[in-house]
């Protein structure tokens, strides 16, 4: 018998890859995963993930937005990055980066090993830095993407480092998301954005996210484009 979650995603993104969609739906069932660091699976912090919705909404962003490189800020667990690499299976020369310096440390290599089920065959990369460091040393390497993901270390002042920076990787028409809106600090950087960088906020599919398109904004998924 089916699980409530399988069914639950299969809903919602009926295209996901059978990988993807095994690899979803044991996270979302399960109290507990196995890292790469652990012999034993680690009991998961469930504020810690993105719901399956805010999920399902990422990988139709950037499914419709044609989205072949992709840069993520934070993650843990990896229940954001599964959805990411599913919308880039299309892509035969996608890119995927996620930062996350206490991958291995505070959370055992637990996103790592769920990249590892779903088979993957693009360039995945996880930087083992704080973000500052390894957002320039992007910066310096001249790379650009088309979709960015902020969902990092949630103070006001870091936020807005994490947005400074990823501004300078983002190609003129890319997508950017502040998630955990709800947050007073997250609220208050991206009213800071919203009014003093040259983005255009975007129709908000979810409460949590700030959706920017070099302006756009989302709010249980923040999204920002960038205006040209």
């Known amino acids: 018998m089916e699980s409530s979650s399988r069914i639950r995603l299969q809903t919602l993104a009926p295209s996901l890859d059978q990988n993807t969609l095994n690899a979803l739906a044991d996270m979302y069932d399960g109290k507990a995963l196995l890292g790469t660091m652990s012999e034993n699976p680690i009991t998961l912090d469930k504020g810690t993930r993105i719901s ?3 999920g399902a909404m990422l990988r139709q962003l950037m499914t419709d937005n044609s989205v072949a490189r992709s840069l993520e800020v934070g993650f843990a667990y990896g229940f954001s990055t599964v959805w990411m690499l ?3 299976r299309k892509h035969s020369d996608a ?3 996620a930062i996350d310096p206490f991958e291995k440390s505070r959370w055992k290599g637990i996103g790592l090993k769920q990249v590892d089920k779903i088979s993957f065959k693009g360039d995945f990369r996880w930087v083992e830095d704080f973000s500052i460091h390894a957002l320039s040393d992007l910066i310096r390497q001249s790379e650009k993407f088309d979709f960015i993901y902020i969902d990092g270390n949630h103070r006001f002042d870091d ?3 994490d947005f400074y920076l990823c501004d300078k990787l983002a190609h003129p028409k890319a997508l950017v998301i502040l998630d955990d809106l709800w947050m007073p600090s997250i609220r208050s950087a991206s009213n800071f954005i919203i009014n003093n960088r040259n983005y255009e906020v975007e ?3 979810i409460s ?3 959706y920017c398109g070099r302006l756009k904004t989302m709010s249980a998924i923040g999204n920002i484009s960038k205006a040209s």
């Open 203 to 205: 129709a908000q599919p």
């Open 86 to 88: 599913d919308a880039l």
């Open 52 to 54: 399956p919705e805010q």
């Open 95 to 97: 890119v995927h980066i």
């Open 159 to 161: 936020v807005i480092v």
């Open 208 to 210: 949590t996210c700030l």
